[in-house]
């Protein structure tokens, strides 16, 4: 078994579904793959969000993708936060892209998990328990960091994506 399993990212600057991210950075701009030096965050604002989904192109001989997680790992500097709508439980899910904004999002106002979750924490067809038994896309991942006015740039954290192959 081998799915072929990217994540791939929604903006309004190309006005297109990117596939297969180089990156997940966080800035004052609605790209992919975006450059954190040419669009840092400023102190005291939020980042454009980011809408990734897990993008199934190839089921590779499984019958399903399933428990799907994300987490970020490492600090953010200062007092910055990093919000999203991935939940463990309540869970409403995000089955349409919205243009990114740098303004709180209803729904994406959680705590980005720092570990890896013990359950499921982004959705599939609106539901935690979904699988995916084709190719097609997960849920989208929201998700958005918050700086506070003292915060200083040059902090790095590392997102992480993790799903289960069924055989």
Same mark, same amino acid.
């Given at each position: 078994?081998a %799915? ?7 903006n309004?600057v ?15 701009t609605d ?7 040419v ?14 989904? @897990?993008n199934v ?6 019958? +399903? ?9 490492? +600090?953010?500097?200062? %007092?910055a936060?990093h919000?999203?709508? %991935?939940?463990?439980? %309540?869970?409403? /899910?995000?089955?349409? @892209?919205?243009?990114?904004? $740098? $303004? +709180?999002?209803t ?6 998990? $720092? ?11 609106g ?5 995916l038994?084709? $190719? /097609? ?5 929201i ?6 006015? /003292?915060?200083? +740039? /040059? ?12 055989a």
């Amino acid at each position: 078994m081998a %799915a072929t399993v990217s994540i791939s990212e929604s903006n309004t600057v190309s006005q297109t579904i990117t596939a297969s991210i180089t990156n997940s950075n966080m800035g004052n701009t609605d790209a992919v793959n975006l450059d954190p030096v040419v669009y840092p965050v400023t102190p005291g604002n939020r980042t454009y969000a980011k809408y990734q989904r @897990f993008n199934v192109t190839n089921m590779g001989g499984s019958s +399903a993708i399933q428990n799907l997680k994300v987490w970020r790992t490492s +600090a953010l500097g200062g %007092a910055a936060t990093h919000v999203t709508n %991935a939940r463990l439980s %309540a869970y409403a /899910g995000a089955a349409s @892209f919205s243009t990114p904004v $740098t $303004t +709180a999002i209803t729904g994406a106002d959680q705590a980005m998990p $720092t570990s890896v979750p013990a359950t499921a924490n982004l959705g599939i067809g609106g539901s935690l328990s979904g699988s995916l038994t084709t $190719t /097609g896309y997960s849920d989208y991942l929201i998700h958005q960091i918050i700086s506070d006015a /003292g915060d200083v +740039a /040059g902090s790095t954290s590392t997102m992480n994506y993790q799903y289960d192959e069924v055989a």
